[in-house]
């Protein structure tokens, strides 16, 4: 599925939350989309998968269609898990969630998948696991990743999983900090930005 964004902002009750922001990414792409505390990150997120309807701005596919074939993992306040959970009750809601069955047998294959205690309290899985987990689980054809920096300053927390489900296909869209997007192997797009660089594409 390709995304393409045209101009979309999003209007709050105490003015702008996102200026207007333009991106298109496809299958098998990867688009970093980063910008400054404030800059409208899970507005962002929110309006590209549909869960979000923007006050200006066009979106391709429509928003029923962004909805049904895409996640928004991790984002603050949004889709976040309940850090006080058991890593087992995160997983079987996380899979129910995407579409997948959460049952005992499932939630114990996707634990020692990626080596995680079920009892564990989910906000001690480290960032690396975390992220991995989180986005396996959900498996749509447009994946976000929305500030995964917020959990380490170190990139290679969740660069990898980004380009692995870029790699199976999907297209996908990490939505970071200015200062983390400099760490970074490509140019990132900018939030409030309409002229943007092509993303990264993984699959040729």
């Given at each position: 599925m390709e995304l393409l964004a045209?101009?979309?902002?999003?209007?709050?009750?105490?003015?702008?939350?996102?200026?207007?922001?333009?991106?298109?990414?496809?299958?098998g792409a990867l688009a970093v989309v980063a910008?400054?505390?404030?800059?409208?990150?899970?507005?962002?997120?929110?309006?590209?998968?549909?869960?979000l309807r923007?006050?200006?701005?066009?979106?391709s596919p429509g928003a029923g269609v962004l909805r049904a074939?895409?996640?928004?993992?991790?984002?603050?306040?949004?889709?976040?898990?309940?850090?006080?959970?058991?890593?087992a009750d995160v997983v079987a809601e996380a899979l129910v969630l995407a579409g997948r069955r959460g049952g005992r047998r499932e939630v114990a294959a996707v634990l020692a998948e990626h080596g995680?205690?079920?009892?564990?309290?989910?906000?001690?899985?480290?960032?690396?696991?975390?992220?991995?987990?989180?986005?396996?689980?959900?498996?749509?054809?447009?994946?976000?990743?929305?500030?995964?920096d917020r959990h380490s300053g170190?990139?290679?927390?969740?660069?990898?999983t980004a380009l692995h489900h870029a790699g199976q296909?999907?297209?996908?869209?990490?939505?970071?900090?200015?200062?983390?997007a400099r760490l970074l192997p490509v140019t990132p797009a900018l939030l409030g930005e309409t002229d943007q660089p092509e993303p990264l594409e993984t699959v040729q």
């Open positions: 045209d101009r979309v902002a999003v209007g709050g009750a105490h003015g702008e939350v996102l200026a207007a922001t333009s991106l298109r990414v496809g299958p910008g400054e505390p404030g800059a409208g990150h899970t507005a962002f997120g929110l309006a590209i998968t549909g869960r923007p006050s200006a701005g066009t979106l074939r895409s996640a928004l993992v991790d984002a603050p306040g949004v889709s976040e898990p309940e850090g006080a959970l058991r890593t995680l205690d079920a009892a564990t309290r989910f906000e001690a899985v480290p960032a690396r696991e975390r992220i991995a987990l989180l986005a396996g689980i959900a498996r749509p054809d447009l994946l976000v990743l929305d500030t995964p170190d990139p290679d927390t969740w660069w990898p296909g999907r297209a996908v869209v990490v939505l970071c900090g200015a200062a983390t």
